[in-house]
């Protein structure tokens, strides 16, 4: 079966399993927007299915591309039983071995998510936060996650926007002038514009529900949620 993940992509992300879990490492980016990334998803699975979105126990969620487990425990600590899903074997040992000390019960799984749609699983939702950016077949990956999702699930995807604004911020200001992220964490032309996720997605049988864009707040404040998508934006996606 062809692959949709890049190898140069896992080893790069591999690399830096040891640090992941340092908010101050090269990772800090995602530890400051993962409390908005996961409530903003939690807030969408609430409306959906009636619930809490500190309370969603009975919701199986896949985390594909979770390195080692930033989202996964978010969404595990609101109650969702959380499957993460990584093809790279160093972060997913970072993963584990975290979820253990947290006491947390995350069924972490190496691969990619047409392994497990080719197996038939399904999730009440998906989430890949950061990933479509690094992928090799954007339409190939879409449709394994809309395979893994049970008809009316959801499928939340978080990236960069394609913009002249993200290169300056979100690849030269990180990765070369405020040196947040490693240089060559990103690709600028793999950056993906709404309007394009939006007409993939729907080429794979999901439909756009909810979109906003992701904002850093001033030194010592959380991110935000806004209107402005272009850099950074996390869109929710329902099959059927």
Not at 82 to 106: E, K, N
Request: charged residues 20%.
């Amino acid at each position: 079966m062809t692959t949709t993940a890049a190898p140069d992509e896992i080893a790069k992300f591999d690399a830096l399993a040891a640090e992941w879990w340092d908010p101050k490492g090269p990772m800090s980016p995602l530890h400051a927007m993962n409390p908005l990334r996961c409530d903003w998803i939690a807030g969408q699975l609430a409306r959906a299915h009636g619930r809490d979105p500190a309370a969603l126990g009975g919701l199986s969620l896949l985390d594909v591309g979770c390195g080692a487990g930033l989202a996964s425990e978010g969404m595990a600590r609101r109650g969702a039983k959380v499957t993460g899903l990584d093809a790279a074997p160093a972060a997913l040992a970072v993963a584990r071995a975290h979820a253990d000390q947290s006491g947390l019960s995350i069924d972490y799984r190496q691969g990619m998510p047409e392994d497990l749609a080719a197996e038939g699983a399904r999730f009440d939702a998906v989430m890949a936060l950061e990933v479509i950016e690094h992928v090799t077949d954007r339409p190939a990956f879409l449709r394994a996650l809309s395979t893994l999702v049970a008809p009316g699930g959801m499928v939340f995807l978080s990236t960069l926007n394609r913009t002249a604004r993200s290169f300056l911020f979100a690849k030269v200001g990180a990765e070369y002038v405020l040196r947040l992220l490693p240089r060559g964490t990103h690709d600028w032309k793999m950056f993906v514009t709404p309007a394009e996720l939006g007409a993939e997605a729907r080429a794979a049988g999901l439909r756009a529900t909810a979109i906003s864009g992701m904002t850093p707040g001033l030194p010592g404040h959380p991110w935000r949620a806004t209107q402005d998508v272009g850099v950074n934006y996390i869109v929710a996606l329902r099959r059927g």
